[in-house]
């Protein structure tokens, strides 16, 4: 049926069947095109509303004012589109950067495809970290375990191997069988294509349950936004239309009039400003080497107070030197050496840098070649341990087993050690001096594995009880220096407002030693052995005191992001192993790197292109750039059009006549739309990106509260100037709070778009000259032969000097109650904000937190 062969399938065969089965993904590409983008511009109920409205009003002989309404909505959402498409488009592009691969015979040969471009009968080699991109048939295994997890829920991985399977088996029984979505825990197999893209098994079971990313702060902050704006517009609505007819005035100018007052309260162009600011966010993070795969969080990337990384590649060079093999005596020892290259070079699990040293090793002798491999037991993170059993050539009938790991995962499993005599008992004496040796080199900074041996008269081994009765043969160090301006570079963080946590499995000496090293508190440490005696509430009273988190396992790394999380810390993790994907899950913000196993890129939010925290220093500025130019939109949009909704509202109760015409404020919300745009790349003050900032809906209602109500008494004393003083025909008030109102929704945007003071924060050319050029075509357009179609006539020079006078005045009231509010706003904020952490390292001492958390909470 698949017509394939062992060799796999040809390039042309396989560029055949994927324009037939279309691309290997779970998500509908159609979704992304044009077409689509730009019908969803009309999805806005009152989008769909207006054009009712439009159509409603032809059919009474309002034909213009239809055609004037209908053109202002399509360019409007003309406007939006092409934003938001350019953003998509950009965005796209972005992604493809760290598109993931999978290895597949393609001709025979072992080639890198791109996971969306496998199709049915591909032959694909897996190995562990590696995401399983579509439902295969297991042909060939090796100790191969599957995590399985997101599709069935079980917590342990499942063994995989060839076989038959009941046709009628559940998803958890099929051993034979593995499945997208899951991921390789350990071992390597050879695997046939059956399904891909929505004929999966986890497509259909996504669509049957809706699976959804966790929503970020920032997503339900506007969610929360947009449910307070629609409670506004409604009454507003509701209010106006039901008194203009009580006033006995037009049905359908009442009804075009109350849904224009929605139109100009809501800020309709927010998604596209958002999706810009984000867009022009994630290309300027790429650009420093940071490739957002989830525009949200970069958001969160500028929030972010606390960063909770590992400290190997990171923290250090990343580059593992082997520094020394010696015996249990501490003498340097060839044989250690030796059987370290044969376990390092015969492994075929995961591949890991330590063993990479080892291979790489100047005095790796000539002798390994003189063996061969048996059979191997590989590494999991439950042992901590891999062992290769090998045989010499020149005496095949013995096999010799090489096991390495960590020293104390090394020791569990051995009874004697090697000595110059032979094999001498494990007592307490050779425990003390092998710990006294391990310490001293830790403390040096030293990474220290542990290795044994054992011999085995047959080479038919038994392999589950192999790993029993080792004779521990010595020490393997490995050196890895922080890395060059590691420390300035933590420093810098914490001048930003972001503190580093160090989580690491290595040993709690070799991690307090690096932390003295680059400027990190090292007093309390707590460790894995620790935190297991610790409860969910026990570890949050902890966590808040708490240096560095040392000899880790891999599931503990959740645990501690969620308490941090739950004591009110935005929390970025940086991780790029098999087992980091939850932890990467938990975070606010997940963080890996661009050679990261496939299970940890997929689980990230963002990529570093390279591993280097001064890359993820400048992402967090682009961040809060972005997240700085969002609140200016909303925060400007939402405060003048509620100021000038509140006002027409009211005039339109107590004016013989509406105040504006439905085309009129239309209009004045689609000119104000264009310079709006440009916010999106506006400069930002150094204040706003020096410490990490959050959504507050409260905030945002405030501040449309206050300076709606500035807005508000302006209007009206622009009323009273109309109506007492110049007393305007309908047509001249219109036409004059059409311009006065635009002039004054666009100078705002220059006082409120920085915390200091206007003019001393340049903003950026382009949205400063969209401003000028928008604020003289209002003034303009009175006189222009369009004029009559919106009802607008022409001011006399008095009326409009009399405007820029009140417009004036308004503009420096604003300014006053600019530095009131932000004052007011900033002691608020510095109140609520999580106590910040203690960044100095220096002259701290090393304590163990053991007795720092014993009592309440412990488990014992």
């Given amino acids: 049926m698949l017509a394939t062969k062992r060799s796999g399938l040809s390039a042309a065969e396989a560029k055949v069947r994927l324009t037939t089965t279309g691309p290997n993904s779970l998500v509908d590409p159609t979704g992304r095109d044009a077409f689509t983008i730009f019908a969803r511009q009309f999805r806005s109920p009152l989008v769909l509303i207006l054009v009712f409205a439009a159509g409603l009003s032809a059919l009474v002989g309002e034909g213009n004012e239809a055609i004037i309404i209908a053109t202002i909505v399509l360019a409007s959402c003309v406007l939006s589109f092409t934003q938001e498409y350019g953003a998509s488009r950009a965005v796209e592009a972005l992604k493809q950067a760290v598109a993931r691969k999978t290895t597949a015979l393609r001709d025979g040969q072992r080639t890198e495809v791109l996971a969306t471009d496998i199709v049915p009968g591909d032959i694909i080699n897996l190995s562990a970290g590696n995401l399983i991109p579509a439902d295969s048939i297991v042909i060939e295994a090796r100790d191969f375990n599957v995590s399985e997890s997101a599709l069935t829920g079980e917590t342990f991985p499942a063994v995989k191997s060839p076989g038959v399977t009941k046709a009628d088996a559940g998803l958890s029984s099929r051993n034979n069988c593995i499945f997208t979505g899951t991921s390789v825990r350990?071992?390597?197999?050879?695997?046939?294509?059956?399904?891909?893209?929505?004929?999966?098994?986890?497509?259909?079971?996504?669509?049957?349950?809706?699976?959804?990313?966790?929503?970020?702060?920032?997503?339900?902050?506007?969610?929360?936004?947009?449910?307070?704006?629609?409670?506004?517009?409604?009454?507003?609505?509701i209010l106006v239309l039901v008194a203009n007819l009580l006033l006995h005035r037009p049905l359908i100018d009442s009804l075009l009039f109350s849904l224009a007052l929605a139109v100009g309260l809501t800020p309709e162009l927010l998604p596209a400003i958002i999706s810009v600011t984000l867009a022009r966010g994630a290309r300027s993070m790429a650009k420093n080497g940071v490739i957002v795969r989830r525009l949200e969080a970069i958001e969160n990337l500028g929030s972010m107070d606390l960063l909770c990384t590992d400290k190997t590649g990171t923290l250090t060079e990343g580059v593992i030197h082997l520094d020394g093999c010696f015996d249990v005596r501490g003498k340097a020892s060839p044989d250690v050496l030796l059987w370290a290259c044969l376990n390092a070079t015969l492994q075929t699990g995961l591949n890991n840098p330590l063993d990479e040293a080892i291979a790489a090793a100047p005095e790796r002798p000539s002798t390994v070649s003189n063996f061969a491999k048996v059979d191997e037991i590989p590494y999991d993170f439950s042992r901590k341990r891999l062992s290769v059993i090998v045989t010499d050539k020149a005496n095949p009938g013995n096999a010799f087993l090489i096991c390495k790991g960590a020293v104390q995962n090394v020791l569990e499993a051995c009874s004697t050690v090697l000595a110059p005599s032979g094999g001498l008992p494990l007592d307490e004496a050779a425990r003390a001096s092998i710990d006294v040796l391990f310490k001293n080199w830790s403390n040096d900074g030293y990474r220290v594995l542990g290795l044994a041996t054992r011999t085995f008269p047959s080479v038919s081994i038994d392999r589950k009880g192999a790993e029993a009765e080792l004779t521990f043969a010595g020490f393997l160090l490995f050196l890895d220096p922080p890395k060059p301006g590691i420390a300035e570079t933590i420093a810098d963080l914490a001048q930003k407002g972001v503190a580093t946590k160090v989580i690491t499995g290595d040993n709690r000496y070799v991690a307090s030693h690096l932390a003295a090293s680059i400027g990190l508190r090292h007093e309390l440490i707590l460790t894995g052995e620790d935190m297991g005696r610790l409860t969910k509430n026990a570890l949050f009273g902890a966590v808040a005191r708490i240096d560095i988190f040392a000899e880790i396992d891999p599931n503990q790394k959740e645990r501690i992001i969620d308490a941090y999380r739950r004591r009110g810390h935005v929390v970025g993790y940086l991780g790029d192993g098999i087992n980091d994907a939850p932890a990467l899950h938990t975070a606010d913000i997940g963080i890996s790197v661009n050679g990261a196993v496939d299970v940890a890129r997929e689980a990230a939010d963002i990529i570093l292109l390279e591993r280097d925290l001064g890359v993820l220093l400048r992402g967090i500025d682009s961040g809060r750039r972005t997240f700085a130019n969002t609140m200016k939109y909303i925060s400007i949009t939402t405060s003048a059009n509620f100021g000038n909704m509140i006002s027409m509202a009211f005039a339109s109760l107590f004016l013989p006549f509406l105040p504006l015409l439905a085309q009129q404020i239309l209009l004045n919300n689609l000119l104000y739309s264009v310079p709006s745009l440009a916010i999106a790349g506006d400069n930002v003050d150094p204040e706003d990106i020096a410490a990490p900032r959050q959504w507050d809906i409260k905030s945002v209602r405030r501040f449309m509260i206050s300076f709606g109500l500035v807005s508000s008494a302006f209007d009206f004393l622009t009323f009273g100037y109309l109506v007492y003083f110049v007393q305007a025909a309908p047509e001249t008030f219109r036409t004059a709070w059409f311009v006065e109102s635009l002039l004054t929704q666009l100078a705002i945007v220059m006082i409120v778009r920085t915390h200091n003071v206007a003019w001393k924060s340049k903003p950026s050319p382009v949205l400063f000259g969209l401003t000028v050029l928008t604020a003289a075509s209002a003034i303009a357009i009175p006189y222009l032969p369009m004029a009559p179609w919106f009802g607008f006539v022409p001011m006399p020079l008095p009326l409009i000097l009399g405007l820029l006078a009140i417009s004036t005045l308004y503009l420096v009231v604003s300014e006053g109650t600019k530095r009131w509010f932000f004052s007011k706003e900033n002691k608020r904020i510095a109140g609520k904000r999580p106590k910040p952490f203690n960044v100095g390292g220096k002259g701290a001492k090393t304590r163990h937190a053991e007795v720092a958390l014993s009592g309440k909470g412990a488990v014992s």
């Fill in 186 to 237: 350990s071992g390597t197999a050879t695997a046939l294509v059956i399904k891909t893209g929505q004929q999966t098994e986890f497509a259909h079971i996504a669509a049957a349950i809706e699976r959804q990313i966790p929503e970020t702060d920032f997503a339900r902050g506007i969610r929360r936004f947009g449910y307070l704006m629609t409670e506004i517009m409604l009454a507003i609505v």
